[in-house]
């Protein structure tokens, strides 16, 4: 059966049933990427990230592709190609067999176009400082390249994978890196011999030995131009990186994300920065403890679509000219507003923080030993979200509470407490009124929780959970289980499979549909 086909049909049938079209995406996920509800084994529902997410999915895509070269020899010959273009691993140990399998036969990893290495140990067991040699071996055979991510921390070894990156991919339009801050100048240096990169996701640890003494070099006249560059992710102490890209050349830059963390110190200056680039801007992701002045950068950023920022921040109201001076008014009675005028537009807000307005969870925890700094925040969040008004974002549509624990703890609640109830019902209430859809991070109806329905989920567990290689005993083996031969059953079960993914991914909402949208 399998010889009946011509050798491209099968290749079309293969590329349909890996389902690869969300994991070759070169932009990168955002926060307001939907998370999804998983069943536990134990009963429960739980949030999964949208991380998370991708990441079964790439053990999904390396299951089905693993079943169809196992099926024939025709098909292991035609499907090989398909096994290697997505690599992802949770187990960085496991870089050294596909070395071993590059070595043996080099013409695979021209086919390779995504390498993922995500953070599984959690600190426990080797670095990735470990694998420096079979890693920079493996990019060396790797000449098509197109996306590298590494949740994992790199140190003494970013150095040497980012000059092998900037000479053997020059195909390379997505990085994730993960790196100490006083790697800064060697960061910028990587980024200077990779012009065509697309998406760039860079997270910085606090500095191993004192910032003081952190110096930049020659890096530090370095004007950088990333003419294709069209998203920039930063996340942790990127203090000085935010400060140098002020002043480079960053035309096609759409998307920005600034995640600092529990940091409360020391905060970069992103508004100088928007200052510079904040006018091609479609979306924009601030995300950190203390407070930004808002108004002022949605004035930065007059094309804006999708706005993220913390609810939690304490912002001031604009002040009143006609007041007296005399007697000062009480800003806690004062309304605020977001922007200084109506922003033409903004159709997505998304709210980080809000850990304290429904009282579950930590919240509830933290307000017996401190009601009023909870009581506070509380009415922080109310005046926020009173200023979502469509006087101000007249094309708003949607408002999504970001946060993936505050779900968690609503569903763990069983819905809002008591005393918080009332605060979701008029938030529901304004948004009503707005005709504005109030979400959760999952981009449900916020309030909708999931409910048992008596038929058991797929266990995700049954996946498989790392990326694995054949050694040579085994597929020895199995060469010598296979018929040769592909029944017709097989094929049209397998045209099915093809069909039902397509269809499931026609429903489901793209993880990057904020991603480059343009105004209207």
Same mark, same amino acid.
């Given at each position: 059966?399998?010889d009946?086909?011509p050798?491209?049909?099968w290749?079309?049938?293969f590329?349909?049933a890996?389902?690869e079209?969300?994991i070759f995406?070169p ?6 990427a ?5 069943k536990?084994?134990?009963?429960g ?5 949208p991380q998370d997410?991708?990441n079964?999915i &790439?053990?999904?895509s ?5 079943? #169809? #070269?196992?099926?024939c020899k ?9 096994l290697?273009?997505c690599l992802?691993?949770? +187990? ?5 067999y596909?070395?071993?399998?590059l070595d043996r036969?080099s013409?695979l990893?021209?086919?390779?176009r ?8 959690n600190?426990?067991g ?7 040699t079979?890693?920079?071996? #493996? ?18 070894a970013f150095g040497? #994978?980012a ?8 195909n390379l339009?997505?990085v994730h ?6 790697l800064l ?5 990587a980024l200077d011999?990779l012009?065509?990169l697309?998406?760039?996701?860079v997270e910085f640890?606090?500095?191993i030995q004192?910032s ?7 890096a ?9 560059l069209?998203q920039?992710?930063?996340?942790g102490f990127?203090?000085e990186?935010?400060e ?8 096609m ?7 600092f ?5 020391d ?5 100088a920065?928007?200052a510079?680039?904040?006018?091609t801007?479609l979306?924009?992701?601030?995300n950190?403890i203390?407070?930004l +002045? ?6 930065l950023?007059?094309?804006?679509t999708?706005f993220?920022?913390?609810p939690d ?8 000219p006609?007041?007296n ?5 009480d800003?806690?009675?004062l309304p605020?507003t977001?922007a200084?005028?109506?922003h033409?537009?903004?159709q997505?807000i998304?709210l980080?923080?809000?850990?304290y307005?429904?009282g579950?969870?930590y ?6 030993g401190?009601p009023v700094?909870?009581?506070m925040v509380?009415?922080?969040?109310d005046?926020n979200f009173?200023a979502l ?5 007249p094309?708003?549509e949607r408002v999504r ?5 505050v ?8 819905g809002?407490a008591?005393?918080?109830? /009332? ?18 991070c999952s ?7 999931? &409910?048992?329905?008596g038929?058991?989920?797929d266990?995700e567990?049954?996946?498989?959970g790392?990326y /694995?290689?054949?050694?040579e005993e085994e597929?020895?083996?199995e060469?010598e289980?296979?018929?040769g031969s592909?029944?017709?059953a097989e094929?049209?079960e397998?045209?099915? /499979?093809?069909?039902?993914?397509s269809e499931?991914?026609?429903?489901e909402?793209?993880?990057f ?8």
């Amino acid at each position: 059966m399998a010889d009946r086909l011509p050798p491209e049909l099968w290749s079309h049938i293969f590329d349909l049933a890996a389902d690869e079209d969300v994991i070759f995406y070169p932009g990168l996920q955002t926060s307001m990427a939907p998370s999804t509800w998983s069943k536990s084994p134990w009963g429960g529902w739980t949030v999964r990230t949208p991380q998370d997410t991708i990441n079964i999915i &790439q053990r999904r895509s390396y299951a089905t592709k693993k079943s #169809i #070269i196992a099926a024939c020899k025709t098909w292991q010959r035609l499907g090989s190609e398909f096994l290697v273009r997505c690599l992802f691993f949770d +187990d960085p140990t496991k870089l050294r067999y596909l070395y071993t399998i590059l070595d043996r036969d080099s013409s695979l990893g021209w086919w390779a176009r995504r390498l993922h290495i995500t953070h599984f140990l959690n600190g426990r067991g080797p670095t990735m400082d470990d694998f420096e040699t079979p890693l920079i071996a #493996i990019l060396q055979q790797c000449p098509n390249l197109e996306i590298f991510i590494i949740d994992w921390p790199m140190s003494s070894a970013f150095g040497p #994978i980012a000059d092998t990156l900037g000479t053997s991919c020059h195909n390379l339009r997505t990085v994730h890196w993960h790196v100490p801050s006083e790697l800064l100048s060697k960061v910028i240096w990587a980024l200077d011999t990779l012009p065509n990169l697309v998406a760039v996701h860079v997270e910085f640890d606090a500095a191993i030995q004192e910032s003081d003494t952190i110096t930049l070099g020659s890096a530090q006249d370095v004007k950088l131009k990333l003419p294709n560059l069209q998203q920039l992710f930063l996340k942790g102490f990127c203090q000085e990186f935010l400060e140098q890209a002020t002043g480079w050349s960053l035309p096609m830059l759409r998307s920005f994300s600034f995640d600092f963390g529990t940091n409360r110190h020391d905060v970069p200056d992103v508004v100088a920065f928007l200052a510079q680039h904040g006018t091609t801007l479609l979306f924009l992701d601030l995300n950190c403890i203390p407070a930004l +002045d808002v108004r002022t950068i949605l004035d930065l950023c007059p094309t804006l679509t999708t706005f993220c920022f913390n609810p939690d921040w304490k912002i001031a109201p604009v002040p009143n000219p006609d007041a007296n001076h005399d007697e000062p008014e009480d800003e806690v009675m004062l309304p605020i507003t977001l922007a200084n005028r109506p922003h033409e537009h903004i159709q997505h807000i998304g709210l980080h923080g809000l850990l304290y307005a429904f009282g579950v969870g930590y919240a509830a925890a933290y307000a017996d030993g401190d009601p009023v700094r909870t009581m506070m925040v509380q009415r922080t969040n109310d005046r926020n979200f009173r200023a979502l008004e469509k006087a101000m974002f007249p094309k708003l549509e949607r408002v999504r509470v970001l946060s993936p624990r505050v779900l968690q703890d609503l569903n763990d609640n069983d819905g809002p407490a008591d005393s918080s109830f /009332e605060r979701w019902e008029r938030w529901w209430e304004m948004c009503t009124k707005m005709r504005v859809r109030l979400e959760d991070c999952s981009g449900g109806v916020l309030g909708n929780l999931p &409910q048992d329905l008596g038929e058991e989920e797929d266990d995700e567990s049954e996946e498989e959970g790392e990326y /694995e290689y054949y050694t040579e005993e085994e597929e020895e083996e199995e060469e010598e289980e296979r018929s040769g031969s592909v029944s017709l059953a097989e094929l049209r079960e397998l045209l099915a /499979e093809c069909r039902r993914m397509s269809e499931e991914g026609e429903r489901e909402q793209s993880p990057f549909q904020f991603f480059l949208n343009p105004p209207t």
